[in-house]
């Protein structure tokens, strides 16, 4: 299994809603990351999870709460968000956390998430 | 990380090799340069990377300039499964674990 699986592929929700995105890799990989991506513009690093601990955070509103339960998911917890929050959600998965000369991540195919 | 710079869009034509060009003048020695590309609604894709020699893989050659100040990528075949948005990144071998990306390069490939 070589795939980074995120569920659901789409989403909408209020402004007052709770909810969770979701990210499942089997592939062995002990680092995951969650992205974000507005249109037409690169991935933007949000959180860094290594070893199922969290390694980097950038500076990313509370109203998004990443968790991971093990090391095949990581979750994003979504509450309160904005309209401006409306992006793709990508997760990625790397065997290793990025070091030395590694720096392969497998991605999913992301959750487009629209708040109204 | 150093910064790298990358033409905004580039076309190429199917069948012949597409060179996509990546400026990082600023790269120091222990500076990786990677490349991604991003496929319209899927998530980006590992495609190559090197520190100092040329690499190949089934995928693509990453040339690297002696003085390590850019970089190319060979498609050496392109088709049109190749039309992404391509993004060249330098990442430092030591310090924190992340990949960020610019602002990539979209290669289209007609027919």
């Known amino acids: 299994d070589t795939e980074v699986t995120q569920t659901p592929k789409h989403l909408v929700m209020g402004m007052t809603n709770k909810k969770s995105l979701k990210c499942e890799q089997h592939?062995?990989?002990?680092?995951m990351y969650w992205y974000k991506q507005k249109a037409k513009k690169p991935p933007e690093l949000m959180f860094v999870y290594s070893y199922e601990k969290l390694s980097i955070n950038e500076s990313v509103p509370s109203r998004f709460s990443p968790e991971c339960p093990n090391s095949s998911l990581l979750n994003l917890h979504l509450h309160a968000l904005q309209p401006e929050d409306s992006a793709l959600y990508l997760c990625a998965s790397s065997l290793f956390p990025l070091a030395g000369g590694y720096g392969e991540l497998f991605f999913g195919e992301g959750s487009r998430l629209t708040v109204l | 990380d150093a910064k790298t710079t990358q033409p905004p869009s580039m076309d190429c034509a199917e069948g012949r090799a597409a060179n996509l060009p990546c400026n990082h003048s600023?790269?120091?020695?222990?500076?990786?340069v990677y490349w991604y590309r991003q496929i319209h609604s899927q998530g980006p894709q590992y495609i190559i990377h090197g520190l100092k020699n040329n690499e190949t893989n089934e995928m693509a050659s990453l040339i690297i300039t002696e003085d390590r100040k850019s970089s190319t990528l060979i498609l050496p075949h392109a088709t049109l499964r190749d039309t992404a948005v391509y993004y060249c990144i330098v990442r430092a071998s030591h310090g924190d674990y992340k990949l960020s990306f610019g602002a990539g390069t979209t290669v289209t490939v007609r027919a």
């Open positions: 600023t790269i120091s020695g222990n500076e990786y």
């Open positions: 592939m062995g990989h002990r680092a």
